[in-house]
């Protein structure tokens, strides 16, 4: 690992020397700058009320705050506080859609349709609404209402909790920590972290695990299922990611944030033949739409939407000088964009009420009026394209990397019988013979203080020698994209052997991007698949799988981390560690919650560190399901290196279309 650069990204080194040369500061030398307030980096900073903040660090655990809080009790508050606001963006996210679902099965919003009838019908079912003798939209309608109903509901609990094995289940109502409601759970937390409410550290970590499973089986869950429903339910597309998919003779159009609403009818607006011939006027041979972030995934696993990257890309993306606009809605977006795009000619557009910036243009995103707002948004990106400065355009020169991406719960069952005979059995029956070690999901964000990528490139790479399947999202599956992994020819060629054989069998790549990270939900549905499938037990807790967000840096990743453990999947998160003030606190999460829920959450910032005790963890779990022992090179160490063109009906998707 090359951990002295600030990126191991190569077109990312080339803009960042681009901006040192512009003396132009990004993320990367302001993390220099700013070291980070060592106290509450370690969750030892109560700022609950006015009478602090009190600063407990490099105290014993009983030291207390003015009010008397302990250590161990302000940690929990700020941890469960990340969770509680992680959960409400996952969540918010998805209450929009579900308000767009509901216009479609109105008729109000004309631009939109049930795309997949099928998971409708599905999710319906999930939901106990009944579909007989309802047309699409009444069904949509009625399932929008539903889901609705779980912000909010004052009685029982999240409907998706029944989607969960059995077992998980029974695990949720004797901890008390199933989810009752979106909202509740959310507001309950913040409520109880106030001062002066929940005094006992593992109670208020109780109430962080139901807030956060209230994110994973219900705003997350919710937010996929919408976006599959309305949008289509993604198989594999072939694509690009890198800084350097911006066309000098285009109008590139970046798209930037979370909600794919408003993206999915940017893609309709900018393939619009009247856009393109005034794209033309101005000069412009088209409109190249580029994604950013994990509304990038949504479109890139919907429609192969090339991507720039993901979250510490957004300011060297507008230093190629080649961005006639960004489109901006909700999360992760760099206020420091703005300023950025001072400097150039590059205009953001802010969508929404929740996200303004000062200096952005403000055309709010209304799913009533879809189509013609994303025309607006094409024609002023196009609009600004003789404004573009030639001298100032820079290219990274080096080749984007191809892509193959849109590996959903339902293309990975389906490659695995069939349309009518799809199952988990064949990948349940490799990892039984030890083909495949285990299952990890790669997760989670870019963080200036690690070098780019650098964590998420050597774990995919380790891990995929190592015989384990990579399962990615949000900007970790950024990271193998632009690296390359996302190739079968590529991630094949470094597959263990074991690994490789199931991968050639069944048609998949060692490296399946699913999505954005709201979609690690989708990771849940496989793992409850994988569970339910039979011979590795019967619960997601246990199973030899392990979840790592290694570059993490955002309070959505905290909740993402801490639904896993609920659910029962072991977690390891790089960059430091938001709750090392408290040596109770990591006894709960690497200890006690072995015993209560069959995983537990570690922090640990060296990447070798991280490999090992992933594949310890693994391991472990093979050993305690009484499965054959794992041994490396047990299936031949030949390498069968997959030629694209010969494998072309390996990536037949249920409707029979190659990539
Ligand atoms: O939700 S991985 S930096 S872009 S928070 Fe943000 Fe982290 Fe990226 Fe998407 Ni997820």
Not at 121 to 139: C, D
Not at 458 to 477: H, M, P, W, Y
Request: hydrophobic letters at 40%.
């Amino acid at each position: 690992m090359k951990e002295n650069l600030k990126s191991v990204d190569p077109a990312a080194q080339v803009l960042l020397k681009v901006a040192g040369q512009k003396h132009i500061a990004t993320a990367f030398e302001r993390a220099e700058k700013l070291k980070p307030c060592p106290i509450g980096h370690q969750g030892a900073c109560c700022k609950m009320c006015h009478m602090g903040p009190c600063r407990l660090v490099g105290k014993e655990e009983e030291a207390e705050g003015v009010c008397g809080a302990t250590l161990p009790v302000v940690t929990a508050r700020n941890f469960a506080r990340m969770v509680a606001a992680g959960t409400a963006a996952h969540s918010d996210h998805a209450r929009d859609l579900a308000n767009t679902l509901l216009a479609v099965g109105r008729g109000e919003a004309k631009d939109f349709q049930v795309k997949d009838v099928r998971k409708l019908n599905r999710v319906a079912g999930y939901l106990g609404v009944n579909v007989e003798g309802k047309t699409v939209n009444q069904v949509a309608e009625e399932v929008a209402l539903r889901f609705l109903e779980q912000f909010g509901q004052q009685k029982g609990e999240l409907a998706y909790n029944a989607r969960a094995p059995k077992k998980r289940q029974e695990i949720w109502k004797k901890l008390g920590i199933a989810p009752r409601a979106i909202d509740r759970e959310c507001v309950e937390m913040l409520h109880r972290t106030t001062m002066g409410v929940d005094q006992e550290m593992e109670n208020i970590m109780k109430g962080a695990l139901r807030a956060a499973l209230a994110d994973g089986w219900g705003g997350s869950m919710m937010g996929t299922d919408i976006s599959d429903i309305l949008f289509g339910t993604p198989k594999p597309v072939r694509t690009k990611a890198s800084l350097d998919v911006f066309l000098e003779d285009h109008v590139n159009l970046v798209v930037h944030g979370h909600e794919p609403s408003f993206a999915e009818m940017l893609v309709v607006a900018s393939e619009d033949k009247e856009i393109e011939a005034y794209a033309k006027s101005k000069g412009a041979k088209g409109v190249k739409l580029i994604g950013m972030c994990c509304t990038a995934n949504e479109i890139l696993v919907r429609h192969g939407i090339a991507t720039a990257g993901g979250f510490l890309q957004q300011e060297l993306g507008l230093l190629t000088g080649m961005v006639e606009a960004m489109v901006v809605d909700v999360q992760c977006i760099m206020p420091a964009i703005g300023e950025l795009a001072k400097k150039y000619h590059t205009k953001i557009v802010t969508t929404t009420p929740k996200g303004k910036m000062k200096d952005a243009v403000h055309i709010e995103y209304d799913e009533h009026h879809a189509l013609d707002l994303a025309k607006k948004v094409v024609r002023l990106a196009i609009d600004n394209f003789p404004n573009r400065k030639k001298e100032g355009v820079v290219h990274a020169n080096i080749k984007p990397a191809d892509v193959i991406a849109g590996f959903s719960h339902e293309y990975i069952e389906y490659m695995q019988g069939g349309e009518y005979r799809g199952s988990f059995r064949p990948l349940n029956d490799a990892i039984i013979a030890g083909r495949i070690r285990g299952v990890v999901g790669l997760a989670g964000c870019n963080n200036p203080r690690i070098s780019q990528d650098s964590m998420h490139n050597f774990l995919t790479r380790e891990l995929i020698k190592n015989d384990v399947l990579v399962v990615q999202t949000g900007c970790s599956a950024m990271a193998s994209a632009k690296a390359g992994y996302l190739t079968p020819e590529m991630a094949m060629e470094q597959a263990g052997p074991g690994l490789r054989q199931v991968c050639e069998a069944i048609g998949i790549p060692p490296t399946l991007h699913m999505g954005s990270c709201v979609d690690n939900s989708r990771i849940l549905t496989v793992a409850t698949a994988i569970a339910m499938e039979g011979g590795l037990g019967d619960d997601i807790g246990g199973l030899p799988a392990v979840g790592i967000a290694p570059e993490w840096m955002s309070e959505k990743a905290i909740a993402i981390g801490t639904y896993f453990v609920a659910s029962g999947v072991p977690i390891i998160f790089g960059a430091g560690s938001p709750v090392s003030a408290s040596k109770s606190m990591k006894e709960l999460m690497e200890k006690k919650w072995w015993e209560q829920l069959n995983a537990g959450f570690y922090f640990e910032e060296d990447p070798g560190k991280v490999l090992e005790l992933a594949l310890k963890l693994i391991d472990a779990a093979r050993e305690k399901l009484k499965i054959r022992k794992y041994e490396p090179g047990a299936f031949g160490t030949e390498r069968v290196l997959l030629d694209m063109k010969a494998r072309r009906g390996s990536f037949a998707t249920p409707h029979g279309v190659d990539v």
